[in-house]
């Protein structure tokens, strides 16, 4: 607006109605002259995503998206209602190359980074088809969003910001698989997120085998990042186990988490691992999922099973992206 001669108002005027109107074109932007509408028109573009493939869960209220972006790739957003309402997980790149050998999202390696319009496009295209009201937001879709970092914070700017959609980054939890140079920096930005690690494994011999990421950064560096992120931030820390059959399910496992976690302030979210056919895992039982709960609130671990939402429609993490083969728009 400065560039063209125009006074500063109306970059908030454009602001609210991308942000908080959510509209998508320039002529819906009623109180900018229409000269201005059409010099928009000329010099910029209204990012937007479309709504490939949509599926409703016949056993909850659980919607899978998959949306299709401007170059052709598509990734997917999933909407969950719980008690204290809607929740969206987000995507925040095109695949991602951390390599974790349980998940279907990394099968194919990283295609690109998501762009803050694009991340904030899965926000406002979920709400605005579903007709329901956002309450809170999870980075927990295909990507690894501390490998877009820049981006992923702009996004969190932008998402947070008082004249757009104003939702409180306390509302927002963003899941990593443990970069542990990018945690320290995410530190400094202090800001109220939940920050959830995704451990899986107590050794690192294991968690070498089932997540690469470990080979660069061991679980002690990883567990010294936490506790200072917390003692910098207040903010509690959520560990994200996700049980797999014979590999770290066993009383012995669940021993050894809580002695790892001992004296930290932080949840434990077990999750039964999904089947991805081409990893070869499988999830452990229910029986067994429930011992190894028990056994850490035993050992005064504060742990839940996460509930699972929309198992009839495929929507764990990078499942409809690789089965319906879209990859590509
Ligand atoms: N890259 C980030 C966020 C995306 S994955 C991360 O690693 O945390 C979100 C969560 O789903 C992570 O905890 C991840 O380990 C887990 N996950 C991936 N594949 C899974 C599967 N097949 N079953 C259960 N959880 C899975």
Not at 37 to 64: A, F, M, P, Y
Not at 76 to 86: A, F, I, P, Q, T
Not at 145 to 156: A, G, Q
Not at 277 to 303: C, D
């Amino acid at each position: 607006m400065a560039r063209e001669g125009l006074p500063k108002y109306r970059a908030g005027q454009l602001f609210a109605w991308l942000h908080q109107k959510q509209v998508l074109s320039f002529e819906e932007m009623t109180n900018l002259p229409k000269v201005l509408q059409q010099r928009l028109e000329e010099l910029c573009h209204i990012n937007r995503l479309t709504v490939e493939r949509k599926l409703q869960s016949q056993l909850d209220e659980t919607v899978k998206y998959l949306f299709g972006l401007e170059d052709g790739n598509c990734v997917e957003s999933v909407l969950m209602r719980y008690k204290h309402g809607d929740s969206l997980c987000i995507s925040t790149q095109v695949g991602c190359r951390m390599g974790c050998k349980f998940c279907a999202s990394t099968l194919g390696g990283l295609v690109r980074n998501l762009t803050p319009a694009e991340m904030l496009d899965e926000v406002y295209t979920a709400a605005r088809d579903s007709g329901r009201k956002i309450s809170s937001l999870v980075l927990m879709g295909i990507g690894e969003p501390l490998d877009n970092y820049d981006n992923v914070l702009r996004f969190l700017k932008l998402l947070s910001h008082k004249d757009g959609l104003n939702l409180s980054l306390r509302h927002v939890s963003l899941s990593t698989c443990g970069l542990v140079d990018r945690i320290e920096r995410l530190m400094e930005e202090n800001l109220p997120l939940t920050l959830s690690i995704s451990l899986h494994a107590t050794d690192n011999e294991k968690r070498s085998q089932i997540m690469p990421v470990n080979n660069r950064w061991h679980i002690e560096a990883l567990l010294d990042v936490c506790k200072r992120y917390f003692a910098r931030t207040g903010r509690r820390i959520s560990f994200e186990y996700a049980l797999i059959e014979g590999v770290n399910d066993s009383p012995e496992d669940a021993k050894a988490l809580a002695d790892l976690l001992k004296g930290f302030i932080c949840h434990v979210n077990l999750i039964p691992v999904n089947q991805v056919k081409e990893t070869g895992f499988s999830r452990s039982s229910r029986q067994a999922v429930e011992r190894f709960q028990k056994l850490l609130e035993n050992l005064q671990i504060n742990a839940t099973v996460r509930r699972e939402l929309g198992s009839d429609i495929n929507a764990a993490c990078g499942q409809l992206r690789r089965d319906t083969g879209r990859t590509k728009v």
